[in-house]
């Protein structure tokens, strides 16, 4: 493989990664709109937009577990 197609092949990669995290991140706030209603507001969309992956797999878990937003989104 060249350098050129390990560059693109890293390239999709990075591609591939980004959309599952961004896919994860719209079920999470589908979940939490569906739960909490009006409590997701920006700050909470913002906050979840700009969290690692690792940590957004623990808020989806907590989703069915968790009393409030605040002890779901607990770090």
């Known amino acids: 493989m060249t350098a050129g197609q390990q560059l ?11 959309g599952l995290r961004q896919g994860e ?3 999470l706030l589908r979940q939490l709109r569906r739960r909490f209603g009006d ?3 920006t700050e909470i969309e913002q906050r979840i937009a700009t969290a690692p992956v690792e940590q957004i797999g623990i808020w989806t878990d907590r989703v069915l577990s968790a009393a409030t937003l605040t002890e779901l989104l607990a770090d």
């Open 39 to 41: 409590a997701v507001n």
């Open 8 to 18: 693109i092949e890293q390239s999709r990669q990075e591609g591939r990664q980004e």
């Open 25 to 27: 991140c719209a079920v």
